[in-house]
Nanobody, 125 residues
Framework: QVQLVESGGGLVQAGGSLRLSCAAS????????MGWFRQAPGKEREFVAA????????YYPDSVKGRFTISRDNAKSTMYLQMNSLKPEDTAVYYC??????????????????WGQGTQVTVSS
């Protein structure tokens, strides 16, 4: 079993930055890909970023490309999401996820097996 705990959310003004963390426990996750998703009220869960097991490959949708950076520290079993130039439309609950995915950079939520409880990010205009 895997437990994921997000932290680092909060309230920030448009143009500001936040760094989210996702601490993992329960298994050695260095061989699994990880990802970030978000869900705003009344909307479907949206893919935000993904990183391969080694950290050598990443993928972002156009909506966050160039503003968000995903990274991981396998020695600490922790994944990060650095969010810069935040916009009000980035407001959502952010979730980290992982699964038994050893290759590639998965972007669909159904590819992930384990999820954190989420952390709220609110960007004011």
């Amino acid at each position: 079993q895997v437990q994921l705990v997000e932290s680092g959310g909060g309230l920030v003004q448009a143009g500001g930055s936040l760094r989210l963390s996702c601490a993992a426990s329960g298994r050695t996750l260095s061989t699994y890909a990880m990802g970030w998703f978000r869900q705003a009220p009344g909307k479907e869960r949206e893919f935000v970023a993904a990183i391969s097991s080694s950290g050598s490959s990443t993928y972002y949708p156009d909506s966050v490309k160039g503003r968000f950076t995903i990274s991981r520290d396998n020695a600490k079993s922790t994944m990060y999401l650095q969010m810069n130039s935040l916009k009000p439309e980035d407001t959502a609950v952010y979730y980290c996820a992982t699964g038994e995915i050893e290759l590639g950079v998965p972007t669909r939520s159904d590819e992930y097996e384990y999820w954190g409880q989420g952390t709220q990010v609110t960007v004011s205009s």
